[in-house]
C-alpha cells in the first residue's frame, strides 16, 4: 500500500471514530434497567422478592453469583471471540450474510454477547435499521463497559420465557437454588433455553430439553471445553424442573424494605436465616397451643446488642393466614405497653437522684388530679422499696415517681428514644402514660431496651448493611442508672416469672420487664442479655381481650423460649458495677441515711454525687406527759418528756385508717397552746384541683369531700367559700352540695394549717 493509499485509509478511520465519539456525545447510551426487588439474609440468601414495576422476574445477578464455569459455557457457545472483538464480529456478519444471501433466508446470525445486550436493554422489531442502531449500541457498550460487565448485563437480562428474566430468576424458579450452585448439566440447560424458549420451555418440554442438553454436552466434550468424566456425569445427571414460587421468608420486614427502598435491586438484610426460620417456628408453634384460649397472634424481635442489627424479625404467627390478621406487622402495629416503659421510668429518677433501690415508696391509694390508679391485682402493699416496686410493676408508686418528676421529662426521654406516637400525642398525655396511656410499637420497646443492655446508648436499629452509622452516641441514661435497672429486672423473686419456669434450669440469665395493657389486650415480654435484646407480643390484632392473656404467663414463656434456643448459657459474661456505683448503709425502714432512729440498717447501692444525699426522718421526737404532746412554744415546767413516734406520710396514714391497720398516733397537741403550725397542711384529695362539675337541675347531686391528714390532727373544718361547713374526723368522707359557678373548697385541720383549692360547677 503506497503511501498516499495509508494516509487515505488513517484519515477514513479517523473520521470514523471521530463520528462515533460525536454520536456517543450526542446520543449516550445510559442502562436503565428495572429490576425485581429481591431481599436478602446476611449470608446473601434470598429471603423474599417482588416483581419489577413492569411485572417481570428480573433478578439482579453480582459478579460473585456469576461462576467461571456459567461464563466459559455461556461463551464458548453464544460468541467463543467475545474478549477478542470490539462488540461486533466482521467475520461472523460476513459468514451469515454470505449463508443468508446464499440460501435466500436468514439461516444464521451474527449477534455477539455485546449486541445481544443491546438488544435487550432496548427490544426493537428486526429490520436492517435496527441492527445498525445495535451495532453502535454494542460498540457503545464496549466503550464504556468492561467485558465482564457486558457479561453481567446478560446474565441479568436473557429472557427464559413468560415473564421470567435472567440467569438468577431462571435458577431460583426452575431449579430452586443460587446460580452459583448450579452444576454443569443445569448451567447447560439454561444457556440452551434463551435460543428457543417455546419449544423447550422448562418445566414443559423437559424431555426436548434434555435431549438438546445432552446434545451440546456432547459437543462440548468434541472440542474439549470440559473434561470427559466431567461431561459423562453431566450427562447422567437427571433433569428435574418445574416452575416454583418466589421466596418467601420474613415476609414482613422484606414488605417493609420493599416499601422504603423501592428502586433498589438487592437490599442486603442482616438477618440471620438459621435464626429467623428458628424463631418462625417457635412463634407458629407457641400460638398454636394458645388458640384454644382465643389468643392468635404473636410477634417477635431478636437484636444484636453489639451491633444492633435485627437478625429475626417475625411479624405474626402466619402471615398467610386471613383470619387472624396475618398480614399486619405486630412489630410496627401501635399498641399499649402496659408496663413496658416503668424501667425508663425509674432509670430516669435514679439519674436524677430522687430514688435508690432501696428507697422506700408507699404503694397506698393516691388521687393525682382526679387520676387514682390501682395496681394490676388491685392490691395495695404499703411501704415497699423501688427495686421491689419496680420487680413487681406496681402502679402506684411509678405514678408517685412520674408526677414528682414531670410527665414532660419523661416525654422528652421517650422522644429521644425514637418513640413517634409518643411525639404525635404529646399534648394530650398525663401521668396514666406510664401505666400503658400511650402508644407504642414492639420496635420501639425493644430498641429501648437495647439501650440499657448497651449502658444507656441509645443506637438504630440496623435492618441492612449499607444503612448508614451516625457513630454518635446518644445517652437515653446514664450507665449507672442502666446497671441498677439491669440488676432489678434480673431478680427472680417476683411475680411475673411463669411458674412452670420457677426453680428450673431452662430459666435463662437475662434482664425482662413484662407489661399487659388494659383490657388484657396486649402482652409484653421484653428481655435481654450482654448480646440479645429480644421482644415479644402477643395478643390479638382485631384487639381483643382475653382474660388469660398477661405478659408474665402468655408473652414471658416464649421470650424464655428463644433466649434458650438462641443464646443458652451465653459467653458474654454478665454486668459489672460501673465505678460511680457504690455501697452504703440505709435505713431498712426508709431507704434514707440512717439517724439516730435506725436500729436497722441495710446495704443499698447509690450513684455518687448524683443520689440524694437525706437523713432518715421515719421517726421524730415529741414531748409529750403521755396523754398531750407539747411544742417548744407550749411546754409546760416538769412532767413531761421526750419520745420518739413514727412520722408517718398523709396518705399512708390514710390507708392504714381505711384497712383498719394499727399504727402508733400521736398524743393530741396541748389544747391551750396558740402557735399556729404551717407545714404538714391538710391535703385535699377530693374535689380536684381547677376541675368542672355538672349537676342536674332537677336532682341535684352531692360532690365528695376528702383530705389526708397528718399523724397529729384529730379533726379537719371543711370550708366552702369560706363559710364553715363541717367539722370531722380527718379520714371521714363528707358530702356538699356546692353553689353553681366558682365555687373555693377550703379544709383546715387542728392545727390552724390550711389548704384550698377552686372548682367550677355548672348545671344541666
Not at 68 to 97: C, W
Not at 210 to 216: G, K, V
Not at 700 to 729: G, H, M, R, S
Amino acid at each position: 500500500m503506497s503511501k498516499k493509499s495509508f494516509k487515505r485509509t488513517a484519515i477514513f478511520v479517523a473520521c470514523i471514530v471521530l463520528i462515533f465519539l460525536l454520536l456517543d456525545t450526542v446520543f449516550p447510551f445510559k442502562p436503565h434497567i428495572q429490576y425485581a426487588t429481591q431481599v436478602t439474609a446476611h449470608d446473601g440468601v434470598v429471603l423474599s422478592a417482588f416483581l419489577s414495576r413492569d411485572d417481570k422476574w428480573r433478578m439482579y445477578a453480582n459478579e460473585k453469583e456469576i461462576t467461571p464455569q456459567l461464563i466459559k459455557t455461556l461463551v464458548h457457545k453464544e460468541d467463543q471471540y467475545f474478549y477478542y472483538h470490539p462488540g461486533v464480529n466482521p467475520f461472523a456478519m460476513s459468514r451469515a450474510a454470505f449463508r443468508n444471501i446464499s440460501s435466500g433466508r436468514r439461516t444464521s446470525g451474527a449477534s455477539t454477547i455485546t449486541m445481544q445486550v443491546a438488544r435487550l436493554l432496548h427490544p426493537r422489531p428486526r429490520t436492517y435499521l435496527n441492527k445498525i442502531i445495535e451495532i453502535f449500541r454494542a460498540l457503545q457498550l464496549e466503550l464504556h463497559f468492561s467485558k465482564s460487565e457486558i457479561l453481567q448485563f446478560y446474565f441479568n437480562l436473557v429472557p427464559y420465557g413468560g415473564n421470567i428474566e435472567g440467569i438468577k430468576a431462571a435458577s431460583l424458579l426452575y431449579f430452586g437454588k443460587p446460580p452459583q450452585l448450579l452444576s454443569l448439566a443445569e448451567i447447560t440447560t439454561l444457556t440452551i433455553v434463551p435460543n428457543r424458549p417455546s419449544s423447550l420451555q422448562p418445566g414443559v418440554q423437559n424431555n426436548a430439553l434434555l435431549e438438546a442438553r445432552n446434545t451440546w454436552l456432547l459437543r462440548f466434550q468434541d472440542e474439549g471445553l470440559f473434561e470427559e468424566h466431567v461431561i459423562r456425569d453431566a450427562i447422567a445427571e437427571p433433569i428435574h424442573i418445574k416452575r416454583r414460587g418466589v421466596p418467601r421468608l420474613a415476609p414482613h420486614l422484606s414488605v417493609k424494605l420493599q416499601r422504603e427502598f423501592a428502586d433498589q435491586p438487592v437490599i442486603r438484610t442482616n438477618l440471620k436465616l438459621q435464626q429467623q426460620r428458628q424463631t418462625e417456628e417457635q412463634v407458629s408453634n407457641y400460638i398454636n397451643r394458645l388458640r384454644g384460649q382465643n389468643i392468635h397472634n404473636a410477634a417477635v424481635l431478636v437484636v444484636n446488642n453489639e451491633t444492633m442489627e435485627v437478625e429475626a424479625y417475625v411479624g405474626s404467627a402466619d402471615f398467610n393466614n386471613p383470619y387472624d390478621g396475618g398480614q399486619v406487622d405486630g412489630i410496627r402495629a401501635v399498641r399499649s405497653p402496659g408496663s413496658t416503659l416503668k424501667p425508663l421510668l425509674y432509670a430516669s429518677a435514679f439519674d436524677q437522684g430522687i430514688i435508690t433501690p432501696k428507697k422506700v415508696l408507699n404503694d397506698v391509694p393516691g388521687n393525682f388530679s382526679g387520676y387514682e390508679p390501682e395496681n394490676f391485682d388491685r392490691h395495695f402493699n404499703g411501704p415497699v422499696t423501688t427495686e421491689f416496686a419496680l420487680a413487681n410493676s406496681l402502679n402506684i408508686p411509678a405514678v408517685r415517681i412520674l408526677k414528682e418528676m414531670g410527665t414532660s421529662s419523661l416525654i422528652n426521654q421517650l422522644k429521644k428514644s425514637g418513640f413517634q406516637t409518643v411525639k404525635k400525642q404529646e399534648k394530650e398525655l398525663g401521668l396514666s402514660m406510664i401505666l400503658g396511656g400511650c402508644g407504642v410499637t414492639l420496635e420501639e420497646l425493644t430498641r429501648l431496651f437495647a439501650s440499657f443492655a448497651n449502658d444507656g446508648n441509645f443506637q438504630p436499629l440496623q435492618y441492612v448493611k449499607e444503612q448508614k452509622k451516625t457513630g454518635k452516641t446518644n445517652h437515653i441514661v446514664s450507665k449507672d442508672a442502666a446497671y441498677l435497672i439491669t440488676d432489678i429486672l434480673t431478680q427472680i423473686t417476683r411475680p411475673d416469672l411463669p411458674a412452670n419456669f420457677d426453680n428450673t434450669y431452662h430459666l435463662p440469665k437475662i434482664a425482662w420487664k413484662t407489661g399487659t395493657s388494659y383490657g388484657k389486650r396486649d402482652a409484653w415480654s421484653i428481655g435481654y442479655n450482654k448480646r440479645y435484646t429480644v421482644g415479644v407480643w402477643v395478643g390479638n390484632f382485631s384487639g381483643e381481650g382475653v382474660p388469660e392473656l398477661s405478659g408474665a404467663n402468655t408473652a414471658t414463656p416464649l421470650l424464655f423460649s428463644i433466649f434458650n434456643s438462641l443464646d443458652y448459657n451465653s459467653p458474654k459474661g454478665w454486668y459489672h458495677a460501673p465505678e460511680n456505683v457504690q455501697l452504703r448503709k440505709v435505713c431498712a425502714v426508709s431507704g434514707d441515711i440512717p439517724s439516730d432512729f435506725c436500729d436497722h440498717q441495710i446495704v443499698d447501692r447509690y450513684i455518687m454525687g448524683v443520689s440524694a444525699y437525706r437523713r432518715c426522718s421515719h421517726m421524730r421526737y415529741i414531748f409529750t406527759d403521755g396523754k398531750v404532746s407539747y411544742c417548744t412554744y407550749c411546754l409546760p415546767e416538769k412532767d413531761f418528756g421526750k419520745k420518739a413516734y413514727a412520722n408517718l406520710a398523709a396518705e399512708l396514714i390514710a390507708y392504714y385508717e381505711q384497712q383498719k391497720i394499727p399504727y402508733p398516733k400521736l398524743p393530741p397537741h396541748n389544747p391551750l397552746c396558740e402557735r399556729v403550725f404551717h407545714d404538714g397542711a391538710p391535703i385535699i384529695v377530693s374535689p380536684n384541683e381547677g376541675s368542672e362539675y355538672f349537676i342536674r337541675k332537677d336532682e341535684p347531686q352531692q360532690i365528695q369531700l376528702a383530705c389526708q391528714a397528718a399523724n397529729d390532727v384529730e379533726a379537719v373544718f371543711w370550708y366552702v367559700n369560706d363559710k364553715l361547713f363541717k367539722k370531722t374526723n380527718p379520714n371521714e368522707p363528707v358530702f356538699v352540695s356546692p353553689p353553681l359557678g366558682r365555687v373555693k373548697i377550703s379544709c383546715s385541720d387542728d392545727k390552724g394549717r390550711n389548704s384550698d383549692l377552686w372548682i367550677k360547677v355548672s348545671s344541666f
